[in-house]
């Protein structure tokens, strides 16, 4: 029974000095890569060639720390840190000199860069990138549809119940016709013709 005990002690004692190792070998992992980091950033910022480091991880860190609390305001936020960065590395190249095509780029987006830098600003400053009102379901419900026409429509596999037949319509009945009957003869004209006319022949 004691050797069993003692046999757990060391085995126990085994694995947390293995795993206070392990955490020491990660911190020691973090603070190398932390040095080479460094190092890395002193090597850029003494290359002739990149006089833009300071600028690029200025801009870097600003980036990352920029938040909203949405992400069109972190959005928004970024871009701006982003902006600045590339005004700074234009305004170095202006003030170092260089290619007149290259400096006049520069200026242009140093230029470009600061309005946009501005807008955005503003649109923090009117809260236009505030999120959206929640919707909730009471107001976003449908009115109720309109009842549908009711059809008469028959059951499936069942015949249509016939509906009562009309009585059929009487159809109106030519009037009589009147028989015409011919008009009575005009009674002959009473002569009026005197002897003496007749006499005369002018009747």
Known sequence: MRKL?????LTGLMFGLAACGQENSGNDQAA???DSNASA???AMNDPNNPYSQ???????RMMAAQGTNPSETWVKKMIEHHRGAVEMSNVLIQQGGDP??????RRTAQEQ?????ELERM?????TAPAP????????????APAERRDAAPSGKAKAESPREAPKAEPKAAPKSESKAAPKAAPATPTCTAEHRAMGHC
């Open 5 to 9: 005990l003692t046999h757990v002690t």
């Open 32 to 34: 190398a890569n932390a």
């Open 41 to 43: 950033n002193q090597m």
């Open 55 to 61: 600028a690029e991880m200025q801009m870097h860190e």
């Open 101 to 106: 095509k290259v400096l006049e780029i520069a």
């Open 114 to 118: 600061q309005r946009e830098i501005e």
């Open 124 to 128: 923090l400053s009117s809260g236009a």
């Open 134 to 145: 929640v919707t909730t379901a009471a107001t976003t419900a449908s009115k109720p549809a």
